[in-house]
């Protein structure tokens, strides 16, 4: 009974995120989807509705800003309160996540048995959500969430810690279930088109996620981790939405996921062809990006940005309302030219990446002082994200700049991090942003671009991230941290959690020092 009460969200979640001609071609009637006998038509609207939260309009954005990837352009103003750190809830990405996604993966898992390939699916992809969550807002409606059709309308907050202790418990859970003889409808899913195994990669990779972005808190413990990511089952692929044409697990040719149709497109591209040009009128380059990339002749720049006639430029952070000439060449900031974003058709939309996993693991050998383990797994994961962009020559070869150096934990870190920030643009943006709360790289450089343009140019902290010049009273001189809560939580539910006063407030597992 519960599955006919979620199953009209899923309709919902699919038609208005990505349409449903061909995603919903089968053979029932959509307007009778309560009499389907099976949860598993269900599963694309979760895959496709989590996937346009974590890269649309929020989280996209927002991590593409606050990561430094991208500033707002000088001659518009629609994601000005990104760079000047104004508060922002995320509100469609909750609805998103919450009122579709996780009540979709419910019904699906409800309706499923426990050793069922459509289990697997539902339980991975909900603790994966769930993840999401809270490290983006932190304390959050968890263990009584879920339950409106129970009665339980005002739902308890739950504290992050609380919500990653349970979180960790189900992916126990969940691979400790025997799933040799599970099978699933490739027909239906649309990251790993029925791939058992793969699942099982993704519930270990999750698993290694949770227990890595606590690394700065109380309830790390390397020696756990370095025995799991030893014996573990993890991800050689990517975990996504494709974008292009794909093989599925039976070597079956998949159609592309997106279609150059209002509101079946990628997310980003839907901003800009079936929108109002978000991307083209107002995403110019940062330059804390751009130059990091440039001055270190990295391959990708070109599959990451478009350049102008002039060759690569990058505008400083949040500089948007500059009339001044900063770099002295007789052109006004606002009238210079410079590299702009644009999305392919065929983009697709990772959840957990090959280079994530890699980097993760690179992490764990890095702590616990096995430099050698450290640089394979590090040299994967850039490897992998060359491969991906198909970006031409070697950058960790001896003498060039992503070369592994054998130094001592902090600087292996930092090394990881530094190239895990250029890896996630354009796909992992929201994980971007939570990895740099989490290990502080890149750094935060004090330099006040407004107080002295010239010498800003000429002495630009390249690999430092910067203060917006407008968001830089916002905060302190600190930068975002996490969004407020959204309005639909505070307003509609008496046991919200506390409101934030801005987004400089930390979730629970962002204490490392710095900003």
């Not at 870190?413 to 920030?421: D, G, P, R, T, Y």
């Not at 969004?483 to 639909?488: E, F, G, Q, R, V």
Request: proline content about 3%; aromatic content about 12%; hydrophobic content about 35%.
């Amino acid at each position: 009974m519960k599955f006919k009460i979620f199953i009209g969200a899923a309709l919902v979640t699919l038609m208005t995120t990505v349409g449903c001609e061909k995603w919903l071609d089968v053979n029932e009637d959509p307007n009778n989807l309560s009499d389907l006998k099976s949860p598993e038509v269900v599963i694309p609207a979760a895959q496709i509705s989590i996937a346009n939260m974590i890269m649309g309009w929020d989280m996209g954005f927002s991590g593409g800003y606050w990561s430094q990837y991208w500033t707002q352009n000088y001659t518009a103003s629609q994601f000005k309160y990104l760079d000047e750190y104004q508060e922002t809830g995320f509100g469609n990405a909750y609805t998103g996540l919450y009122a579709g996604a996780l009540n979709d993966l419910k019904a699906i898992a409800i309706s499923s048995e426990t050793n069922s390939g459509d289990y697997l699916i539902a339980e991975a992809l909900s603790i994966y959500t769930w993840q999401v969550i809270t490290d983006v807002w932190g304390d959050m409606p968890y263990f009584e969430a879920l339950q409106g059709d129970e009665g339980v309308t005002g739902p308890v907050t739950n504290t992050g810690q609380e919500i990653y202790t349970d979180l960790l418990k189900r992916v126990d859970d969940l691979l400790a279930i025997d799933f040799d003889d599970a099978v699933i409808n490739s027909k239906y899913d649309f990251i790993f088109g029925g791939d058992v195994h793969s699942w099982v990669q993704f519930a270990n990779s999750l698993k290694l996620k949770l227990m890595i972005r606590l690394s700065e808190t109380s309830n790390y413990d390397n020696a756990a981790v370095l025995a799991f990511i030893q014996t573990g089952d993890f991800l050689d692929h990517n975990a996504q939405i494709h974008g292009g044409v794909w093989e599925d697990s039976h070597g079956d040719e998949r159609p592309a996921t997106w279609e150059d149709k209002d509101g079946k497109r990628h997310p980003m591209v839907e901003y800009q062809a079936g929108g109002a040009n978000y991307l083209s009128t107002n995403v110019i380059a940062s330059r804390t990006f751009l130059d990091y990339l440039r001055v270190n002749a990295d391959p990708r720049i070109d599959n990451l940005f478009d350049a102008p006639s002039g060759g690569h430029l990058g505008a400083f952070q949040g500089d948007f309302a500059s009339k001044e000439d900063s770099d002295g060449n007789g052109t006004p900031d606002d009238k210079e030219e410079y590299s702009t974003v644009e999305f392919a058709a065929s983009s697709d939309i990772p959840l957990i990446s090959e280079w994530e996993v890699e980097f993760y693991i690179a992490e764990v050998y890095t702590r616990a002082g096995d430099n050698a383990n450290a640089k394979t797994h590090y040299d994967n994961a850039v490897e992998a994200s060359l491969d991906y962009w198909d970006a031409t020559g070697s950058i960790t070869g001896a003498g060039e700049y992503a070369e592994w150096q054998n130094g001592t934990i902090e600087e292996g870190i930092k090394q990881i991090a530094m190239q895990k920030w250029v890896s996630y643009c354009k796909l992992q943006h929201i994980e971007a942003f939570l990895e740099r709360n989490r290990t502080k790289y890149p750094s935060v450089n004090e330099i006040d671009i407004e107080a002295d343009r010239q010498y800003a140019h000429l002495n630009f902290p390249v690999g430092d991230f910067t203060i917006s010049v407008n968001g830089r009273g916002k905060l302190n001189g600190n930068l975002p941290a996490s969004p407020i809560y959204p309005n639909t939580l505070i307003n509609r539910n008496p046991n919200s959690p506390a409101q934030k006063l801005d987004v400089g407030q930390k979730v629970w597992w962002n204490v490392k020092a710095g900003k």
